[in-house]
């Protein structure tokens, strides 16, 4: 049994202490990936300190990703907290830790750096237990998961398409699937396609290292800054050249674009993360000039959460307005479903589907004929479009509901709410004299998880200071209440 | 309603001549991906022809991967039979427009180039008319997938794990199914190894990009000369340096790899694809050796298909043996459940596990939740042993039942089966004056689809003729007698 002496906790709180000892023994590898924690009641009643003393040191933990939760099986050590071994990371190099937890956590880094705090897709994240509040995940709440439905329609495929299940699809995906997504874009997004421009993949990320591929590997990338910080790591971790493109009121800056020498833009004009900046048409124009000037110039548009516009009339994708094929569309049903729903697509102009199918075919499909054929269905039965208006009225209520009381609060005064109208996240601008740091350390003390606007940078820029970024989509009405209260608490 | 005049067909078969301008009509793309062709009753019966001829005409099609049938819906344009607009392909340059079909289907080239019949995970593939005999191919018997025990435990975790459904789990995968593969290697493989070293993938392609980000796009990568051609394909896809090093009596040369200069050794030495040779323990023990003589060298040990080992005791894993974290080990589901599963894994040295949780695990894991819980169930309820046990004897029966039909009949004076003890092919030398190529090109005028070993070289080696790859994993019993027939036929 783990044990741990209290006669010499310093300066630290008694749930301080813990919070160290336990993780100096995940670090010195005493503890090991994997293994199960005592209980909270269990480890408190041996240690003689309080239940409460140990939830906050493991609630503290599995923030910084040093452990895991597993409902109604307790608490492990978590795989992502693995460190070089011999690296002398100790009590006395807390920074340095932290920051490295939260490198692999893609929390907020205290040390000023940009940092990866991935709302879109955020798997090395381990879940909070439920007393912490996060306004960074974008896990899908049980309750909104169509599990009747999927089921059913799962039921039905094993049943009645045993033999489509075990046939070798296409390299871009079962085609019901494809002919489905085509007709759902057709109707809800205003996109004409075939099917064959459409190539299934287990998640946008592999899709990025298949359009490296397809593009080459010696054209140069450039990404939105501030941005989706995994989309330029998984650039870099290709080893191709990536440049970060400023952005000024009405999306990508054009002329910062044309001097960075960058063959492909990736840029998500819908709703882009983190500032919810909606591209006006006029830019996106421009943008599609810029692409149309040069062979070799192509537009990545990322629509990840194009499905949850909150109001007046979506502006068409770029994708549509594109007569040049010069735009390859992206999107996911991560967000549209569940997290972990590993099923996104794109959408190839003609000639680069050609090109697809004669250099990269040899590749198998990532998606599984299980999970193709029930979203097929799941499309062409209807259950997708309602699914998705029942979301899109959730979340409407749910934003308006968390600004209401944000502004009959005591934070009113202090705060501005800005870009909420696309997408699941809104930007709150809190007027403190704290900085951004400091704000989402205090918050994380007070089981609150934020991510500030200003750690999606890689080039610091003035005025975005005090920005913070709301992603309500897995936040449980019950805990709007004592969010605001933290905040409010904490800046005045 | 398409339509063809057969008033001129010149010295052409009227099957030949409607396969002659059907493929035109694809290549000039009058007729789109996915447009669906007549049933094969209402074309002849307006071409005024049989349905035998349509038929025959639509098999060669489907064989070359222009077409693709889809069970009780028909045929339709395949999107693997994308060619460039404008290129001149016509009747007159049949070779050429082969060669090309052959490269998009993973088909036997008939230029004489190494080509891509890949018989592990060939997604393009398109399947065949029943009537048509297929020793290629990979694909699972609808007969011998688990569908009443999958679709039971996929019922079970929709109802019971709902909330772990929809939490994200850790880059390398979720633990439940980590931890059930861990006690399985032990238990059925020797291998002892931690959870947090496994990281599950969509598919053994995708773990091979995940490896070469991980091991160093500077790094020059071997692979096996003859060898399964699309792990190769990868490499250069992503413009890493790759060698092909030859093999001899006991696998990978090691003097040959040491001159090559390579970092990274990628081999399959429980069963070599296509040789179906097992490395001896010596020679594993003399690259283990080489390996460890330099820092940065690796070995990547795809033991794809070692459950399905016929006689004698197995071979210890390279892993099993390597002293000096210097063995990737990578095993996949595709093989013993579907290939249209896509669940693949690979263990880490502890020392690469750490790099990955450092650099790459910002990624998220590849295979959606649903399909990594029920395969965890799967595994952990003894399903997963009960089932290859059951496949091995289902192989071996077969096997055995086509290597006494092959002996028995009149094809036996002049052939030799090869290498007939592990996995699910073997080798059968012909003694015949034809070429290779004539006697693939002979095969599929009747109907039958086999691969010859001298396709899968990449440098010619001298005596590797007249010798043909049997995958008879996919083959049903009832066509062992047809194809040994057409053998005979084309041979004698």
Known sequence: MLTYSFSDTGSDSL????????KNDILARNLRAGEKLPSKRTFAKNLGISVITVENAYAQLISEGYLYSVPKKGFFVSDISM????????QSNLT?????????????????????????????????????????????????????????????????????????????????????????????????VAPEQIIMGAGTEYL??????????????????????????????????????????????VSALEKSGADVLHLSPSHHFPTGLVTPISRRYELLGWAARAEGRYLIEDD????????????????????SEKVVYINTFTKTLASTVRISY???????????????????????????????????????????????????KKRDLLIQKI???????????????????????????????EICRRALQKELR?????????????GIEHRFIVNYSALPEEQIDEAIRILCEIIT
């Open 346 to 396: 794109m959408i190839l102009p003609r000639h680069l589907a050609d090109r697809f199918y004669r250099e990269l075919s040899f590749y198998s499909c990532t998606v599984s004929n299980f999970e193709q054929y029930t979203l097929a269905h799941f499309i062409e039965n209807g259950s997708f479009e309602k699914h998705i208006n029942r979301m899109r009225s959730y979340y409407h």
């Open 208 to 253: 990025y290292s298949l359009l490296i591929q397809l593009l080459g590997f010696d054209k140069t990338y450039a990404v939105e800054d501030p941005g989706y910080r995994k989309i330029a790591r998984i650039y870099e971790k290709h080893k191709v050249a990536c440049r970060h493109i400023p952005l000024d009121e009405s999306g990508v800056c």
């Open 407 to 437: 502004r009959q609060s005591e934070l009113a005064p202090h705060a501005i709410i800005r870009e909420e109208d696309a997408g699941l996240h809104f930007i709150l601008e809190l007027h403190t004299g704290l900085s951004d740091t």
């Open 15 to 22: 749930y301080q202490h813990l919070y160290k000892c336990i």
């Open 304 to 323: 990840y959460d194009s499905e949850f516009r909150m109001i007046g009339n979506p502006i068409p994708a770029m994708q549509s307005i594109d007569l």
């Open 96 to 192: 340095r830790s932290l920051s490295d937890a939260a490198e692999r956590t893609n929390m907020k880094n205290p040390g000023g750096k940009p940092d990866h705090a991935d709302i879109e897709e955020a798997p090395g994240l381990a879940s909070l237990p439920s007393s912490f509040i996060d306004l960074t995940s974008n896990q899908t709440d049980i309750r909104n998961f169509p599990f009747s439905i999927w089921a059913k329609l799962v039921r039905e495929v094993l049943n009645e398409n045993q033999q489509e299940l075990v046939t070798n699809p296409p390299c871009g995906g079962v085609w019901e699937l494809r002919s489905a997504i085509t007709r759902h874009l057709k109707d809800f997004r205003g996109i004409s």
């Open 83 to 90: 460190l070089p071994s011999g690296t002398a990371f100790g």
């Open 450 to 462: 934020i991510a500030a606007l200003s750690s999606f940078y890689a080039q610091m820029a003035p």
